[in-house]
């Protein structure tokens, strides 16, 4: 089994690379570090976030909408994912759909929601 550098090391060492990526803005390759990583650990919140935000930045927003959808599935009042899900939703032009996301997200903050 060849090993790549994306999916080189303990799955600690690979977490803190697709950190380093993501905060280089190299997006790409952060979703390819963090996606072996979710397939590894898929219980996990941190990393499927992540690796959803990390697809949003890199404009693969099916992908996106994918990850979110599982996060909020298992943790309905995950309030980062539900922001995230409504923008996601609203760069897809289903602002209907991302509606009640984006409000649910703000009333989970303490904000007034939108209309």
Not at 15 to 41: I, N, S, T
Not at 76 to 94: D, F, K, Q, S
């Amino acid at each position: 089994m060849e090993t790549t550098y994306y999916d080189h090391g303990t799955p600690a060492e690979r977490w803190e690379r697709a950190g380093m990526f993501f905060d280089a803005k190299d997006y790409a390759a952060a979703a390819r570090v963090l996606d072996g990583l979710v397939e590894e650990v898929p219980e996990q919140t941190g990393p499927r976030l992540l690796l959803a935000r990390a697809y949003y930045h890199s404009a693969q927003l099916r992908r996106a909408e994918q990850e979110l959808r599982i996060i909020v599935e298992r943790d309905p009042v995950e309030h980062y994912a539900r922001l995230m899900l409504g923008r996601t939703l609203e760069r897809l032009g289903r602002a209907d759909e991302a509606a009640p996301h984006l409000r649910m997200a703000a009333a989970m903050a303490g904000e007034t929601p939108p209309a």
